[in-house]
């Protein structure tokens, strides 16, 4: 999952694909949009300075104004030496990625050079956030946007950014945790994702503020719930005992889809592994011992059909409508 030679763009786009069909098959029971239209990927004319940009992955559009989420493969945080601490160890690890969406840092340092348009590029890790000015010829320069002027465009046009990190293990950072499951009565801890003197971070914490002390941030999925028994009564939202609330099916439905993303991003990188010159050893990720596969294809096969049948029923969305 460290390797650059792998496609990580792929992964991004598959996870941020999830968070899309899952807020779009939500829409107004989340109460950050009217309808499932106003459930947008990657809008532009959100930046002044680059009309071009694209800095929301997925972008929530109601009454209230708009609000974005920014989805981030991260790499494998490092093993703890005491077993007891992996946890915080591995929460510090998606901090540090948060903030850096949030102060921009993950976007480009140079200058900004007047005249011309500006094009978007694909950086190494999925993202398309660097933003290249376009000469009179048409061709792009070396010269690119600063990440912090486009983090300060948003916030001077009050769209809030919540960055959403997964790992390898599947496991999701704390802002996005606290977006989908978070307790107002337990604010966000702003303080503790440390935003220093580094560059961006004034913009960063002022981005972080507005993100994350807003209650309609906060817990949609039990709000969606909530809303549900309000309209509907006892009446399930899917068609399993597993997903009778909009809190379950999406718990299920992301827990499902990123098991098969994942899954699939091994045998792209296994296939890919083949094709090594004669010598080299395949990552250490690879190498299962044959009763390890065994478990894995076992539990992998049931995860499949399951999650099948949740494709089925639940996403309302066409293939058309999401690019591969």
């Known amino acids: 999952f460290d390797c650059k030679a792998y ?26 949009t009217d309808s499932k239209d106003g459930v947008i990927l990657e809008p532009t004319e959100l930046v002044d300075d680059c009309p071009g940009a694209r800095p929301l992955d997925v972008a929530l559009d109601s009454d209230y104004g708009i609000m974005g989420i920014d989805v981030r493969t991260v790499k494998t945080p490092n093993a703890s030496k005491v077993s007891s601490y992996q946890a915080t160890m591995t ?31 694909t950086t190494d890790d999925g993202d398309e ?10 061709i792009p320069s070396n010269e690119q946007v600063p990440g912090e002027v486009v983090i300060e465009n948003l916030l001077g046009n009050n769209i809030p950014l919540i960055p959403a990190t997964i790992n390898p293990f599947m496991r999701q950072g704390k802002a996005i945790t606290y977006f989908w499951y978070g307790n107002e009565k337990k604010p966000f801890d702003i303080e503790g994702v440390r935003f220093k003197k580094a560059k961006g971070a004034k913009v960063g914490k002022e981005m972080c503020t507005m993100a994350m002390t807003n209650p309609r941030h906060c817990g949609i999925l039990h709000k969606a719930s909530k809303e549900w028994r309000k309209q509907y009564g006892n009446k399930p939202f899917g068609l399993t005992y597993r997903d009778t609330s909009p809190r379950s099916w ?23 592994n083949k094709g090594r010159p ?29 999650n099948d049948t949740s494709l089925e029923n639940h996403v309302t969305y066409n293939d058309s409508e999401v690019p591969s």
Not at 11 to 28: A, D, E, G, I, W
Not at 92 to 121: A, D, M
Not at 251 to 266: G, K, R, V
């Open 91 to 121: 929460s510090n690890h998606h901090l540090r990625y948060e903030r850096e969406k949030w102060q921009g840092t993950t976007r480009s340092k140079q200058t900004i050079k007047p005249g011309g348009g500006y094009t978007v590029q």
């Open 7 to 32: 496609d990580r763009l792929w992964l991004h786009t598959q996870c941020r694909n999830v968070t899309y069909s899952t807020l779009r098959t939500l829409n107004s029971l989340t109460g950050l």
């Open 250 to 272: 999406a718990t299920t439905f992301t827990a499902t889809q990123h098991t098969n993303i994942f899954t699939e991003y091994i045998m792209r990188c296994t296939r890919r």
């Open 129 to 138: 956030d660097d933003i290249s000015i376009i000469s009179d010829d048409g």
């Open 278 to 306: 004669d010598g080299e050893s395949p990552p250490p990720h690879l190498l299962f011992d044959p009763r390890t596969q065994h478990k894995f294809w076992k539990s992998l096969s049931k995860k499949v059909r399951f």
